[in-house]
């Protein structure tokens, strides 16, 4: 908690899982933070070792920021705390989310029983962000960009149109831009919601 505690550094850590990000990309996906604040943060996160800044080279040019080998390490971190904090019983996965946040759930989430050898490689279009999902064998990898020869495409305008096939069972033709709505359908049962947390105290 005294490296990742303060207000917002949770969030700005989740949102370089998936590598680096220029600051107002950052500031875009967290709703209500403001630019002193992320910049604190930011500056708080890099004193600690957690996240470093670099130029990317000619023709971008800017200033991005990524965590370091060792801020990496914590995902698996935001993982069991992800898988914990969804059996709240005030969880409502029909609220707004950002792509990061949705990728890291579909890993998250995902249950290999439920998929059996199921393999594919999934495009995710969110806005003007591209995200792929792929199995291959048991591994997952999720990450930024465009992928070749994609089983399905999915396209939202935002991230809570595809949580809302994936957790909340809204109907897939509305995000089927590319591939087959059985494969779908099915990739749809893969991610199944734990039960609720009791809300009354336990017994000793």
Do not use: C
Request: a positive charge; hydrophobic letters at 45%; glycine letters at 8%.
């Amino acid at each position: 908690m005294d490296l990742i505690g303060d207000r917002w550094a949770m969030p700005v850590v989740r949102e370089l899982l998936l590598g680096p990000r220029r600051f107002g990309d950052i500031k875009a996906s967290l709703r209500g933070i403001s630019a002193n604040v992320l910049t604190q943060r930011l500056g708080e996160l890099e004193q600690a070792g957690l996240v470093t800044k670099r130029k990317l080279p000619p023709p971008a040019s800017v200033q991005v920021y990524e965590l370091t080998s060792w801020g990496y390490e914590s995902a698996p971190v935001f993982q069991a705390m992800g898988r914990w904090a969804v059996r709240s019983p005030r969880h409502d996965p029909t609220k707004p989310f950002s792509p990061v946040s949705l990728m890291l759930s579909l890993r998250t989430m995902f249950s290999p029983r439920a998929a059996g050898d199921f393999a594919a490689r999934i495009q995710l279009l969110l806005g003007d962000e591209d995200f792929f999902w792929i199995r291959e064998g048991q591994d997952i990898r999720i990450g930024r960009g465009a992928i070749e020869r994609p089983d399905l495409v999915l396209r939202g305008e935002s991230a809570s149109d595809i949580a809302a096939v994936m957790y909340g069972g809204a109907p897939p033709e509305s995000i089927l831009a590319e591939g087959d709505v059985g494969s779908l359908r099915r990739f749809a049962t893969f991610f199944p919601m734990p039960e609720k947390a009791a809300a009354s105290p336990s017994k000793a």
